[in-house]
């Protein structure tokens, strides 16, 4: 349904899965129907100008079979879902540059989840692809041929709902709403013709991105410790000092723990890469100064409970 739509923000979908689900098969099904191409999947560009250009030469820009996405490409999907700008020099020029405007819908096929940083995953929509079995695989052209079969009705449904989107404007907004709010509002004006209750859609995204953080901190050492220490409690204050010296405790084997942080500084800086993954599972940390002539800043983690619980 985001896909639908001339303008942004788009969401990213991610499909992701063990080998012989069907990650590719679904997303190139899923390009016959929206934007029919020869190739709808491509492997991951060499840099974020080629990235652009590729996602510029058609409408719904899919990745295959990606298992890692460095730094650039990563900034680089999060602009293209919003409005992605290259700028470099024009060729044969001293002077003359050449700039790329694009904003895109993007699928993209994994075995494991590669989107990782918060900003990324909020933006997208994670679906896992079950293994299938011997007994219930398809033949290629099986496939195809249900796709053409079925692809004028899918498309038609999408159809509807995109005008149940442009006649619902009369429709609120929910008091919270995800980071693509305006992705989100055109699925909440058409939860009644894609037969979802009210609701519910918002529910399902909110669920699928705490998930996706709680996935982060499940991974993070320092992040599983923090839960721990707040387990039971509503407040802590103090320094990263003695932040770290708590969440070590006595035993030595947590100081060897591959990753762990080696000091003060370097905590402050892994707490700053987890915040929104504990933001979303209810733990709010901020820092403050105890008055101005001191330099010590004090760290300061709070249990909150969300308003719509």
């Known amino acids: 349904h985001g896909a639908m739509f001339p303008k942004g923000p788009h969401p990213i979908l991610e499909l992701a899965g063990p080998p012989d689900s069907g990650k590719t098969t679904t997303a190139e099904s899923i390009s016959r129907i929206i934007d029919p191409s020869a190739a709808p999947l491509m492997g991951l560009p060499k ?39 290259s700028r470099a020099r024009a060729k044969y ?8 405007v694009v904003q895109r819908p993007v699928m993209l096929t994994a075995v494991q989840s590669v989107l990782g940083r918060s900003d990324l995953r909020d933006r ?16 290629e052209e099986e496939v195809k041929k249900e796709v053409a079969t079925y692809a004028p009705a899918i498309l038609g449904f999408l159809l509807n709902a995109v005008s149940a989107t442009l006649r619902g404007t009369c429709i609120s907004a929910p008091k919270r709403l995800p980071r693509l709010a305006d992705f989100a509002m055109r699925v909440i004006r058409a939860e009644s013709a ?20 709680q996935e ?9 410790r923090v839960i721990q220490l707040m387990n039971g409690r509503k407040e802590w204050r103090g320094t990263c000092t003695e932040l770290l010296d708590e969440l070590e405790g006595p035993d030595d084997r947590v100081r060897r723990v591959r990753g762990w942080p080696s000091g003060p500084a370097a905590l402050s800086r892994r707490l700053n890469g987890i915040e929104p993954h504990l933001r979303a599972v209810g733990i709010e940390l901020s820092r403050a100064r105890a008055s ?5 800043r004090t760290l300061v983690m709070k249990r909150f409970q969300d308003e719509e619980e």
């Open 47 to 85: 840099d974020a100008r080629e990235l652009a250009i590729a996602a510029r030469n058609g409408w719904l820009f899919g990745l295959d079979n990606v298992t890692a996405l460095p730094a650039w490409a990563k900034d680089s999907l999060c602009r293209l879902s919003s409005a992605e700008v």
């Open 292 to 296: 101005a002539k001191q330099r010590v």
């Open 216 to 224: 982060e901190l499940d991974i993070c050492p320092v992040g599983q």
């Open 124 to 139: 997208s929509l994670p679906v896992h692809c079950p293994r299938i079995t011997q007994d219930c695989r398809l033949t």
């Open 194 to 213: 894609l037969e979802m209750e009210p609701g519910s859609f918002l529910q399902t995204l909110n669920s699928q991105i705490q998930d996706c953080h």
């Open 93 to 100: 020029t001293d002077d003359g540059e050449s700039v790329i």
